[in-house]
């Protein structure tokens, strides 16, 4: 599974690369991306948003880390989570997630940082498929966690190649060690469903 392409592109998909390869290979993928993840059965933005909601104060405020097109904005909508804002490394990705007309604020960032995120901004950060072989790198979580209050929450997917590689476990698990976060819930279930792919989702308390 570790190296499946989809049909159309030329790249495995679940392996670490640079910057500048993840920028190209969404660039390609933006405007097929929601027709191939829906035919794929692509179920961790609604894992993800299910459990939650089972977590979340009252109205949260959420950024969508790493939105993509917007299918992970969308799970959290139809979940009654409505207050989003969303950001992505992919100008191409983003005019698509643009045209959902759910998030509040949608913007360009850099990757590796979230400057223009003040500490306590979000009461969530959700990051479906982002933080994960063939997108951000590990220590993407590190950054999440800085930007968020005591009882902010976390949501996030691994999937399983992303688990069976370790360096992602071994940053989240360094950042329990330190007491910066809880784990509230992990679960794995279906990532893509009609690739027998799964995924770990992943609910993270800030202490
Ligand atoms: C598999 S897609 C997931 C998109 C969306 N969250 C969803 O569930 O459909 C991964 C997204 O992460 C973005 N991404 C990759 N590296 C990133 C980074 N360092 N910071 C923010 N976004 C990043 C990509 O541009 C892409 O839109």
Redesign the pocket.
């Known amino acids: 599974m570790n190296k499946e392409s989809y049909p159309h592109m030329k790249f495995p998909l679940w392996v670490s690369r640079s ?1 500048d390869e ?2 190209d290979i ?1 660039a390609k993928w ?1 405007a097929s ?2 027709v191939d ?1 829906t035919q794929a059965g ?1 179920e ?2 609604r894992r993800i948003a299910e459990a939650l909601k089972t977590f979340s104060p009252l109205e949260p405020s959420i950024l ?10 969308q ?1 959290l909508y139809e979940v009654g989570l409505t207050k989003i804002d969303g ?4 100008s191409e ?2 005019s698509i997630a643009k045209t959902r007309k759910l998030y509040n604020k949608l913007w360009l ?1 850099t ?2 940082e979230m400057t223009n995120v003040e500490l306590g901004q979000y009461d969530i950060i ?5 933080v ?1 072989l ?4 590990p220590e ?1 979580l590190s950054i999440m966690i800085d930007k968020l209050n005591p009882n902010g929450l976390i949501g996030l ?1 691994y999937n399983d190649p992303t688990v069976e590689d370790g360096s992602y476990d071994k940053v989240l698990n360094e950042e329990i060690r330190l007491g910066r976060v809880a784990v509230l819930f992990r679960e794995n279930g279906p990532h893509l469903s009609q690739k027998d792919m799964g995924s770990d989702i992943i609910i993270l308390k800030r202490l």
């Open positions: 910057v993840t920028k969404y933006a991306y929601d993840l692509y961790s933005p969508d880390f790493g939105c993509g097109t917007g299918l992970s904005g799970a950001m992505d490394i992919s990705m983003l960032s990757p590796g959700v990051a479906a498929g982002v994960s063939g997108a951000a790198p993407t997917s």
